[in-house]
């Protein structure tokens, strides 16, 4: 296993949660690295990306609220989400996009 998500639960809207994503060394040196996320019923979609240069992209839902990071030296990825609201629930998905592997996921829940 390469990915390995952590973070998700269930919160209130308005809330917050960290997602944790921790990757070999490898795979982190070498790729940019995202997080996506699949609600029920709906396709997948990228939530943010970061590069091997820093930079970051987000989605249009998520500018603002959301602040992907990653800690080079402990290999792992974060997605700090705040003023979370209901369309924020999905299966949220490490991965490193361009070599196609991807972590097992981890839920998160928010209630109005």
């Known amino acids: 296993v390469q990915l390995v998500e952590s973070g998700g639960g269930a919160v209130q809207a308005g809330g917050s949660l960290r997602l944790s994503c921790a990757a070999s060394?490898?795979?982190?040196?070498?790729?940019?690295m995202g997080w996506y996320r699949q609600a029920l019923g709906k396709e997948r979609e990228l939530v943010a990306v970061?590069?091997?240069?820093?930079?970051?992209h987000y989605a249009d839902s998520v500018k603002g609220r959301f602040t992907i990071s990653r800690d080079t030296t402990a290999h792992t990825l974060y997605l700090e989400m705040n003023t979370l609201r209901p369309e924020d629930t999905a299966m949220y998905y490490c991965?490193?996009?361009?070599?196609?592997?991807w972590g097992q996921g981890t839920q998160v829940t928010v209630s109005s």
């Open positions: 991965a490193a996009p361009y070599s196609d592997i």
């Open positions: 060394g490898s795979i982190f040196r070498n790729n940019a």
């Open positions: 970061i590069l091997t240069s820093g930079s970051t």
